[in-house]
C-alpha cells in the first residue's frame, strides 16, 4: 500500500491570521444554489478547505465532520467545505457519505486564493501546485477567530471542539 503524503511549509500557508476578516465568497453549493459569505452574517462559520472529493484524506476529514455534525452545530457552528471540484461531484460526494452541511465548488480557485490555500506543496517527494488543507473559524462578526493549518484528517472534528472549548474558557 503506497502512503501518500502532502507537506508544506509554515511559508506556504495562509496569509490571513485570528483577527482578520474572512474574505467575502460568492459561488454555488452542491445542488447549485448560489451561496455567498453574507448569507451567513450573524452565525458562526466552520469553513474547510480541501485538495479532492472522495480522495482518501479528505474523506476522513469531511467524514469526522460529518459523524462529530450534532456536536459541531451544538456548540453554534455552521460547516462549509470548499474543494476545486464542480458542484455535480459534490453532490455525489455528499450523497455518498451523507453529510448534513454544504460543500461549496471552487473550480476557477478564487475562494481558495482569497483565502490563501493555494500553492506550491510537496507529494511524494516533488513539489506540485495544490490545496492547502486549512480550516477556519469565523465568529459572527465575519471575524476570523482561528485558524488549522496542521488538520488532523481523521480527527479533525475534536480537533475543532478541542479548540472551541479553549476558546469559550479563554
Known amino acids: 500500500m503506497a502512503l501518500l503524503l502532502f507537506i508544506h511549509s509554515n511559508l506556504d500557508m495562509t496569509t490571513l491570521k485570528v483577527g482578520d476578516k474572512a474574505p467575502d465568497f460568492k459561488s454555488v453549493d452542491e445542488n447549485g ?39 459541531l452545530t451544538k456548540a453554534g457552528y455552521t460547516i462549509l467545505g470548499f474543494s476545486p471540484d464542480k458542484y455535480t461531484k459534490h453532490k455525489k460526494f455528499i450523497d455518498k457519505y451523507e453529510f448534513q452541511y454544504s460543500l461549496v465548488a471552487d473550480p476557477d480557485k478564487e475562494i481558495i486564493k482569497n483565502y490563501a490555500c493555494w500553492g506550491p506543496k510537496k507529494f511524494m ?7 492547502y488543507r486549512t480550516t477556519f473559524l469565523v465568529n459572527e462578526k465575519g471575524i476570523i477567530d482561528h485558524i488549522f493549518i496542521k488538520v488532523k484528517t481523521k480527527d479533525h472534528a475534536q480537533q475543532i471542539l478541542d479548540q472551541v472549548e479553549q476558546m469559550q474558557t479563554a
Open 33 to 71: 444554489n448560489v451561496i455567498a459569505l453574507k448569507d451567513y452574517v450573524g452565525k458562526k462559520l466552520i469553513l474547510f478547505f480541501y485538495p479532492k472529493d472522495d480522495s482518501p484524506g479528505c474523506t476522513k476529514e469531511a467524514c469526522s465532520l460529518r459523524d462529530n455534525y450534532r456536536a
Open 125 to 131: 517527494g516533488r513539489e506540485v501546485i495544490g490545496v
